[in-house]
Each structure stands twice: as structure tokens, then as C-alpha cells.
């Protein structure tokens, strides 16, 4: 199931977090950021437990997909997919969507290419040595 992020979700999204950056629990406080209302989190549940969630923010016409994970024993089962088909989905209309992915990391991009997502540009040591892509989908919604 897919839903939004409440506060009891917090602690789980944290200890996956750890797996995608040392120190999250440091880098995001998430209770403070969700009270912004450009800032949303959505959380792939299963029984009980969060095995994925996709952070994002919206300003305007423009969504910044911050993070999307999903915890390694529940990969592929479309998970990530499910989680970015609904972000788009309930996004306005004529929405841009932009994001950050290691330039090694083949399955994401296979991913985000099948969603429509070019990449546009290239930052260099953006994730310590590695460089990363910039890439974005502007939406086709009308």
C-alpha cells in the first residue's frame, strides 16, 4: 500500500534512510520538513512495515525528487515504480520533475528513462567523487 508519510513512520524511514546515507537521521529532520507544505514524503508499506518511501518537494510547477529507496530484501517487486507512478500521477498538470542520480547507477536510470526522464546534465563530484545526472521529465499532462 502507498500512502503518505505520518509521523509514527518517521523512525522507520530513518533506519531505511541509513542504508541510502550515513547519517540521515542527521541530514533530514523530518518532522520539521513536513510541516513545510512544499515537502512530501510517500511511504510503500507492507503489513506493518515501510519497505520503501520517495521524498519529494513541489514549488509551483516544478517537483525535486530528493530521495526514493527501497529496502534491498523487497527489491524488484516494482516498489519504486509504484512509488513514482504516484507521485506523477497526482501531480498537476504541466508539472517538471527534476532529480540527482549517480552516473553508475544503471538500474535508477533504466528506471527514471522509463518515466520519461532525459539527462539533461552532468555534475561533477556530486556525491563525494563520483558525478552524478541531472535529469528531468516535464510532464505531458494537460
Sequence with gaps: MIRKAEKKDYEQIYNL??????NYKQKYNLEQLSKESYFHI??????????GFLIYTTIEDSTDIVDIFVDKSYRNQKIATNLLDRMITSSTPKMTFLLEVAVDNDVAIKL???FGFKIIH?????YGKKD??????ADVNE
Excluded at 17 to 22: D, I, K, R, S
Excluded at 42 to 51: A, G, M, S, T
Excluded at 122 to 126: I, P
Aim: glycine share 4%.
Design 122 to 126: 552532468t555534475r561533477k563530484k556530486y
Design 132 to 137: 552524478a545526472y541531472v535529469m528531468e521529465r
Design 17 to 22: 534512510g541509513e542504508q541510502l546515507h550515513e
Design 112 to 114: 527514471y528513462e522509463k
Design 42 to 51: 510517500l511511504v510503500y508499506q507492507i503489513e506493518k512495515k515501510i519497505v
